[in-house]
């Protein structure tokens, strides 16, 4: 936020007031386009995507690093930027025999959480390419990858960075070079994750890129700035910035989710936020925990479903069946497709189940089920998000 920002801020009516100023500054699933705090990483990708400013394509590679590091807020941010920097017209048709200027390089950037199945992946990339929307229904999948091969002939190289590659529900590292290169043209890809390059099944010609967490310092600014635009003016002290970036340990999803979770307890109590709200905040964040991004990007039914799940008391989460019924008498639902959720989402590790041992009856204790992501941000997002997707 520059000086002119900050003094249009104190301007606006009310501010002073409010709460919440910007709900998106304060969300772990929302990336600034100024990415703060990570300029030497950012260079380092420059680095690696040194050829595309002749034309060319960049090595492929795997950036890994563990959450909350800014990985998908840098490579978002840099993606868009290059895109608009060096990518030809939308409409711009090329061919092997076309004189002039070197066809420039494409960036696209695709979220797996939202595009992880063939088609979802093609139609995202195809998608960025093209300057018409590209419809979902009526077409296939070899359809898809046909209008694909087209827009990219006899153009410059497309350059794919496939985000939060890895997880239990996308497709892993080499499923996605394997989709790019069953496509006749030019692909280089960056696949973003987690884990490590060993275990991820990257390829051995692929280049290996990593990010630490952010230091305690940078965490604080990010903090900070976000706070500051976000919330009412002298909402929160720095001290109390400065706590939560500690407590956090270089996540910064972790620590927004407690800030954030801190503004919907105050907010619950139509009161500006006090220090046992960011203490509640920060305590509605399991360690470790699922990334809210995961979360919210499934779909609707079992956001509803988690949505009530957070909302009952421990002691009404066990046992499952019993659990499922509760929360199938809030949504329109069967009991038994609510239990099986519940299992899916337990296998896919998004709650677990803990065994009760104060279960006072013979046979197998029966287990309760407990949220793994931070859930008081949860409750706040999942009302946009229900409310905002049609049924």
């Known amino acids: ?77 840099l993606a868009s930027q290059l895109s608009e920097s060096l990518s030809p017209p939308s409409d711009a048709v090329f061919t092997t025999t076309r004189g002039g200027s070197v ?53 410059g190289p497309v350059v794919v960075v496939a985000d939060h590659v890895g997880e239990p529900e996308t497709v892993d590292v080499g499923t996605v070079a394997d989709r790019l290169d069953d496509i006749d043209g030019t692909f280089a890809w960056l696949a973003v994750g987690r884990s490590d390059p060993d275990t991820a099944g990257v390829p051995g010609s692929a280049d290996r ?98 949505a009530r799940l957070v909302k009952l008391a421990p002691e009404d989460r066990a046992p499952v069946g019993e659990c499922a019924e509760r929360i199938a008498e809030r949504v329109d639902l069967t009991t038994s497709t609510v239990e099986r959720f519940l299992y899916e989402l337990a296998e896919a590790g998004i709650v677990e189940r803990v065994r009760v041992t104060a279960s006072g009856g013979p046979g197998r204790p029966p287990s309760r089920v407990d949220p793994r992501f931070p859930t008081l941000a949860f409750r706040r997002l999942a009302r946009r998000r229900i409310d905002e997707e049609p049924a």
């Not at 090595?59 to 941010?77: D, E, F, M, R, W």
């Not at 929160?236 to 407590?247: D, F, G, K, Q, Y």
């Not at 009161?271 to 609707?300: E, Y």
């Open 209 to 306: 890129l990593d990010v630490k967490p952010y230091s305690r310092a940078a965490l604080t600014d990010i903090l900070a700035t976000r706070a500051d635009a976000g919330l009412g003016q002298g909402t929160l002290t720095h001290s109390v910035i400065r706590r939560v970036a500690e407590w956090a340990e270089g996540d910064a999803g972790v620590a927004l989710s407690a800030l954030l979770g801190a503004v919907e307890t105050a907010g619950e109590a139509d009161r500006s936020i006090r220090p046992a709200d960011v203490d509640a905040g920060m305590s509605a964040v399991p360690w470790p925990c699922v990334p809210l991004g995961r979360v919210l990007a499934l779909p609707r039914n079992r956001v509803r479903t988690l």
């Open 103 to 155: 066809p420039g390089v494409s960036f696209v950037y695709v979220d797996l959480r939202a595009a992880d199945s063939a088609f979802e992946f093609s139609h995202a990339v195809l998608n960025a390419l093209v300057a018409e929307s590209v419809p979902r229904r009526g077409v296939g999948t070899d359809e898809l990858r046909e209008r694909l091969e087209r827009r990219v002939r006899g153009a």
């Open 1 to 77: 936020m520059d000086i002119e920002d900050r003094i249009a801020r104190r301007q606006r009516t009310g501010d002073r007031n409010r709460l919440v100023l910007d709900e998106d500054q304060l969300s772990p699933v929302w990336h600034p386009e100024e990415p703060i705090g990570r300029g030497p990483f950012i260079e380092r990708l420059l680095d690696h995507f040194d050829p595309v400013f002749d034309g060319r394509a960049p090595p492929n590679a795997y950036l890994h690093g563990p959450g909350g590091a800014g990985k998908s807020a840098v490579t978002i941010a």
